[in-house]
């Protein structure tokens, strides 16, 4: 898989669950409270760190691993809790950052990289 197939994703992930039968574990409410949980796993691996220690995170390839373990737990339980809901995260995304766009226009003097 060379690009980014969320379909794709979401049929491996529903597979799996299937193969096991995981389904009718995999409510809104549990696949809710799994992102949840999953989420607050990768906060725990910054909840110390100072921001510079954080922006070097991945240098460590112990705590890289982890690091990329939880982003792929994140959104794995993202994928299953949209397929389950029938949303479209891609399309969502895309309508969430355009009322964003409406909501914080850039600023007319949007001068914040100057060194001045």
Known sequence: ????DVAGL????A???AARGWEP???PKNLAVA????????VEIFQWLTPEE????????RTAHRVVDEVADVLAYLLQFSE???IDVLAALAAKI??????FPVPENKDRHSAE
């Open 10 to 13: 979401q049929r491996r992930l």
């Open 84 to 86: 389950v809901l029938g």
């Open 1 to 4: 898989m060379t690009e980014l």
């Open 54 to 61: 954080s922006a070097r995170v991945m240098e460590d390839p």
């Open 35 to 42: 992102l949840s949980v999953e989420a607050s796993e990768l």
């Open 98 to 103: 355009d009322r964003n766009e409406l909501r």
């Open 25 to 27: 574990y995999h409510t």
């Open 15 to 17: 597979d799996f669950a």
